[in-house]
């Protein structure tokens, strides 16, 4: 069974302030997805990355695809309370059946003026 | 605009009275999939559908049904909800193959 772990599962920060979220599996997954979801709405898609070892940059934000695509980080830089959300790693099912996505449990982002 | 749309985004009910979670989406879409999501229990898939008429088990189907006779309509059917069938219900669809899914603004959920 494929697993996706985020963590950590809560984080509390001041603005102006770095984090870094962390996604990980036993699994190799072909892609991982990150999404960001904000109260009273679904998730979003944030990026999807690819290739083993990829980097994408979203302005503040920073994704990294592990060498071996068991893993995904994602790195804020310089935190703003607009940045305030649950994040979501996800990736296909091996089974590839067709848009079937496994997701982690999520890390709750709180960011304070 | 290309979007998902559910409703009811709210509903309060109670045990044992049948209700339908209406999904509808516009961008022509293949595959459609209800979720729940649960506090430290992420989303989890309940039913999907490659197409009209093919529907198939998620990961937590029990106690619910859904049917896809059109394209772009993808009820969810609770017909005997009970109290640990609340939670926040989240419509998603994509094309074929795509493994990027488009999601619906949630419908909240409580079974009394």
């Known amino acids: 069974t494929q697993l996706l772990e985020q963590s950590p599962q809560f984080l509390s920060i001041q603005e102006g302030e770095n984090l870094t979220v962390y996604c990980n599996s036993s699994?190799?997954?072909?892609?991982l997805q990150w999404y960001r979801q904000e109260p009273g709405e679904g998730p979003v898609l944030l990026v999807t990355?690819?290739?083993?070892?990829e980097v994408k940059k979203l302005k503040r934000l920073t994704f990294q695809f592990g060498d071996a695509r068991k893993d995904s980080s994602l790195h804020i830089t310089a935190a703003q309370p607009g940045d305030t959300g649950l994040y979501l790693c996800?990736?296909?099912?091996?089974?590839?059946?067709?848009?079937?996505?496994?997701f982690g449990q999520g890390t709750e982002l709180s960011v304070k003026p | 605009e290309a979007q998902v749309t559910q409703n009811p985004r709210y509903l309060i009910t109670v045990t044992g009275k049948k209700l339908t979670v209406t999904c509808s989406q516009n961008?022509?879409?293949?595959?459609m999939s209800w979720y729940r999501q649960d506090p430290g229990l992420g989303l989890r898939q309940i039913y999907y559908?490659?197409?009209?008429?093919?529907?198939d088990k998620g990961d937590v189907p029990e106690g619910y049904k859904v049917s896809r006779k059109e394209k772009r309509n993808f009820p969810l059917i609770l017909e005997s909800p009970s109290p640990n069938q609340t939670s926040l219900y989240f419509c998603?669809?994509?094309?074929?193959?795509?493994?990027?899914?488009?999601f619906g603004a949630g419908s909240r959920l409580t079974v009394l």
């Open positions: 998603a669809s994509t094309p074929w193959g795509a493994n990027v899914l488009t």
């Open positions: 699994s190799v997954f072909s892609s």
């Open positions: 990355v690819v290739t083993g070892g």
């Open positions: 996800a990736g296909p099912n091996s089974n590839n059946q067709g848009g079937k996505l496994i």
């Open positions: 961008m022509n879409h293949e595959y």
């Open positions: 559908s490659m197409n009209v008429e093919v529907t």
